[in-house]
C-alpha cells in the first residue's frame, strides 16, 4: 500500500509561487490600491514633510572629517527623564521603538560575530551584526542624549519602491539598504527631537571607495529627512568603556521597564550621597556603606547606582575601569 508522503505543518515549498513572487503581489496590489493597509509591520502610511523647523546652528560642520553632528561633542548634564515619550513615528513615516522591527534579522549577517541584545531605550531585543555594532549599542544605552535606539533601520525611496511595484518588476536588491542605528536624541534646550543616523564600520575599512559610497549615500538618504549621520568606528568606543558600562548594566537585568521611572526618583538622591561623600575605598565599600544606611542591602545599592548611571544622575569617567574591586571614579558637575 502506498503511504501519503509526509510534510512539515508550514511547508510551501510545493506551491507555485516563491516567497518573492509573493512579495511582489503583495506590493503591486498595495500600489494600485486594491489594499488598503501596508503589508510591511514596522511602518505606516504618513505624509512626508518637506522640510523640518531645524535651526542650521544646531548642527556642527567638522572640518577634519566632514561630517556633521558628533554625538561624543555633545557637552552638558542631561537626566533621562523616563518613562520617555516618543510620537508613533517619526517624520518618515518608521515607527517608533515599541512597535519598531529591525528590518534584518541578526542572521542575515554575512561577516562578524551577530546576535540579539537586550536595550532598555529599544524596548526590548534588537540585532546586531557584529561585535562592534553591539559595542556601540552600550554606548548608546548609557549615553542620556540618546532616548530611543533602533537598529538595522530600512532606508530607501518610497515611491521609487512603488513605481518598481506598478512596473511589475522585482525592487533592486543594492537598493534596499539598512542603516546600523537610527538614533533619537533629545538635547537640552533644543524644542524638538533629532533623529542621528549611525553607520558603524572597522576603521580600517573607512578608506575602501565601496564603503565610502556606501556611507555617502546613506548620508545623504538621511539628509533628505533632516537626519543627521554620522560613521563610528572602534576607535570611538574603548574596550575599557565597553566593559564598565557592560558591568554597570549587569546590576539592572532584574530591572523591568516599568519599573525604571519609579527607581529614578529614589537614584537621584543617592546619586547626591555618592557624589558628596568623603568615604574612601573600593567601589563595593562605598556603595554598599551608603546603601545600607538607606536601608538596602548590596545588591539594591548596585542596582540604584546603575539606574542613576543609566538616567545621568552620574557621569562616569571613561579613562578608568568600572569594577567592584576599583575606586569609583565620576565625572563631577563644574559648580558656577
Not at 536624541?185 to 524644542?191: A, H, K, N, S, T
Request: one cysteine or more; hydrophobic letters at 40%.
Amino acid at each position: 500500500m502506498d503511504r501519503k508522503k509526509q510534510r512539515l505543518n508550514g511547508d510551501c515549498s510545493h506551491l507555485s509561487f516563491s516567497r518573492a513572487r509573493g512579495k511582489l503581489l503583495r506590493g503591486i496590489a498595495i500600489a494600485s490600491g486594491l489594499r488598503v493597509t501596508e503589508w510591511h509591520p514596522w511602518s505606516m502610511s504618513v505624509t512626508i514633510s518637506k522640510s523640518l523647523a531645524i535651526d542650521e546652528r544646531d548642527v556642527e560642520e567638522d572640518g577634519r572629517t566632514g561630517q556633521e553632528f558628533q554625538l561624543r561633542r555633545l557637552a552638558g548634564w542631561p537626566v533621562l527623564q523616563w518613562p520617555i515619550v516618543l510620537p508613533e513615528t517619526d517624520p518618515r513615516g518608521v515607527l517608533s521603538a515599541t512597535k519598531f522591527e529591525c528590518w534584518k534579522k541578526a542572521s542575515d549577517s554575512r561577516v562578524g560575530i551577530a546576535g540579539y541584545y537586550f536595550s532598555f531605550k529599544a524596548g526590548g531585543k534588537v540585532a546586531c551584526h557584529s561585535h562592534l555594532e553591539a559595542r556601540l549599542l552600550v554606548y548608546f544605552e548609557m549615553c542620556p542624549f540618546v532616548v530611543e535606539i533602533r537598529t538595522q533601520y530600512p532606508q530607501w525611496n518610497r515611491e521609487a519602491f512603488l513605481a518598481y511595484c506598478r512596473a511589475d518588476r522585482m525592487f533592486p536588491r543594492n537598493e534596499l539598504a539598512t542603516i546600523d542605528f537610527m538614533l533619537t536624541l533629545r538635547i537640552p534646550g533644543v524644542p524638538y527631537l533629532i533623529y542621528h543616523a549611525v553607520s558603524a564600520k572597522p576603521h580600517e575599512h573607512l578608506s575602501l571607495p565601496k564603503v565610502r559610497a556606501r556611507h555617502e549615500r546613506e548620508k545623504k538618504g538621511a539628509a533628505e529627512w533632516c537626519a543627521t549621520h554620522e560613521i563610528m568606528t572602534e576607535l570611538s568606543v574603548t574596550e575599557l568603556e565597553y566593559w564598565s558600562y557592560l558591568r554597570m548594566l549587569s546590576h539592572m537585568q532584574h530591572v523591568e521597564l516599568d519599573e525604571i521611572g519609579g527607581l529614578g526618583g529614589v537614584a537621584g538622591p543617592f546619586a547626591q550621597d555618592l557624589l558628596a561623600t568623603r568615604a574612601s575605598g573600593n567601589a563595593e565599600r562605598v556603595v554598599s556603606m551608603l546603601g545600607k544606611r538607606r536601608g538596602w542591602n548590596k545588591e539594591k545599592s548596585f542596582r540604584m547606582l546603575a539606574v542613576a548611571l543609566f538616567l545621568g544622575h552620574l557621569k562616569w569617567d571613561v579613562r578608568f575601569s568600572y569594577e567592584l574591586g576599583e575606586p569609583l571614579n565620576f565625572v563631577r558637575p563644574k559648580s558656577n
